[in-house]
């Protein structure tokens, strides 16, 4: 069993910044994995925000292109996503996933 757990989420200002982190626990070679962040907005179908695979290379969904920054830390098991230039548009529950294992979510609420 995996268990992933978010945290860093809240309430921001347009235009600001967050860093939301995710700690893997439980039976996962945390290292040999690809992970990824992913969000859903309400009445919006989950989409991909980033990704990072064993080896370091990441992928961007396109809305959050040259805004966004994964990376991991993989002595911690845990997977960062760096936020940056916020807008209202970015307000979701974000969750981290790895394999068929998700996280509970953590809710990121853009606004003035």
């Known amino acids: 069993q995996v268990q992933l757990v978010e945290s860093g989420g809240g309430l921001v200002q347009p235009g600001g910044s967050l860093r939301l982190s995710c700690a893997a626990s439980g039976s996962i070679f945390f290292r040999l994995y690809a992970m990824g962040w992913y969000r859903q907005a309400p009445g919006k179908q989950r989409e991909l925000v980033a990704g990072?695979?064993?080896?370091?290379?990441?992928n961007y969904g396109d809305s959050v292109k040259g805004r966004f920054t994964i990376s991991r830390d993989n002595a911690k098991n845990t997977v960062f996503l760096h936020m940056t230039s916020l807008n209202p548009e970015d307000t979701a529950v974000y969750s981290c996933n790895v394999t068929v294992y998700w996280g509970q979510g953590t809710q990121v609420t853009v606004s003035s």
């Open positions: 990072i695979a064993s080896g370091g290379r990441t």
